[in-house]
């Protein structure tokens, strides 16, 4: 059955922890696996605008023998005169998978009910499910065992990364604290829908007014912008509401001491987080950016299996 990725449940534990292992596999041997020899080519698209998304996908296309086609919306059909299932119609007759970043998350839905091929949501509004691969690769790497790991996130509680922290870390079996103001908490339906899982897996997902008490003993700090792509408008009243929430070094210091600190990027210094935490020695965001790479090709070789 073709299987998609357009959220992070969309994964069960056992499938995140089976990807991540093959993403830990690709990475030791970047070449040893060639599901898209051909080559098979994955359309990448792009509503938004990118750099890592669309390198990591590039690049990882080709390592498994495939042939990237980047598309932007801006020269395509798609999201104007076209409809994401009439796309989705026309790409599966000749791709082996669809990628794409988009707005809403309903595109991304109608999409994939469209086609028989596999789509990856590569960001929405609402979750970026494969940077939480790689930050679940990252957190393996530098932490081991992810299950009981604290990850405590600050600022925009309904940014697509806070959204994806909350569903892909309870997942993992993750602690996950979220620190927003009232007016910025994730929505009720995620945060719903992660305490049925965590209810399995063992991890929990606490929204902490304080930053402080959020940060107390964390294993993981991460934030993101606080103008994700699309709400530049409201970016004044952002920096407003949001500012005390940033990560600072003194908040870097009630985490656990070993505690490191992970961003998606790209990083607005100064504002989220100081350039001191960003750029210190428990800053692992450069580790986290390579690990797009390896934890989507993990992805692509897993997606590519079930059909
Ligand atoms: N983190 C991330 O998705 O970066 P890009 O916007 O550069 O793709
Ligand atoms: N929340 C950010 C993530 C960028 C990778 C945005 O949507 O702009």
Redesign the pocket.
């Known amino acids: 059955m073709t299987r998609h990725l357009l959220r992070d449940d969309d994964l069960s534990p056992a499938e995140q922890a089976e990807i991540l292992d093959l993403a830990i596999e690709l990475k030791k041997d970047r070449w040893a696996q060639k599901p898209l020899a051909g080559p098979q080519t994955v359309a990448v698209i792009f509503d938004k605008?990118?750099?890592?998304?669309?390198v990591s996908f590039a690049v990882g296309i080709a390592d498994l023998g495939g042939s990237p086609l980047i598309i932007s919306t801006a020269n395509s059909q798609l999201g104007g005169k076209e409809t994401p299932s009439d796309t989705a119609r026309v790409l599966e007759r000749q791709v082996a998978a669809i990628v794409w970043r988009t707005y809403a998350q309903a595109g991304l839905e109608e999409m994939a009910r469209g086609t028989r091929v596999p789509v990856v949501n590569a960001?929405s509004d609402d979750f970026?499910p494969c940077?939480l691969l790689a930050d679940l690769l990252t957190i393996r790497e530098h932490k081991g065992e992810l299950k009981g790991l604290t990850l405590s996130f600050f600022g925009d509680g309904q940014s697509n990364m806070a959204h994806s922290y909350v569903l892909a870390g309870v997942t993992a079996g993750m602690h996950v604290r979220v620190a927003a103001p009232d007016a910025y908490a994730p929505r009720a339906d995620v945060i719903a829908d992660a305490e049925r899982i965590a209810a399995a897996t063992g991890g929990s997902v606490t929204l902490v007014a304080d930053p402080e008490a959020a940060a107390s003993g964390a294993d993981v700090v991460v934030t993101d912008t606080w103008v994700s792509m699309g709400k530049e408008e409201e970016k004044i009243a952002r920096i407003r509401d949001l500012g005390g929430f940033k990560v600072t070094t003194a908040l870097m210091q009630r985490a656990a001491a070993d505690a490191i600190f992970i961003h998606?990027?790209?990083a607005d210094r100064g504002y989220e987080v100081d350039a001191e935490v960003i750029d210190g020695p428990q800053s692992v965001v450069w580790d986290e950016a390579e690990n797009r790479l390896h934890a989507q090709k993990a992805l692509l070789v897993w997606l590519l299996r079930q059909d």
């Open positions: 605008s990118s750099t890592r998304t669309r960001l970026h940077q998606c990027l790209p």
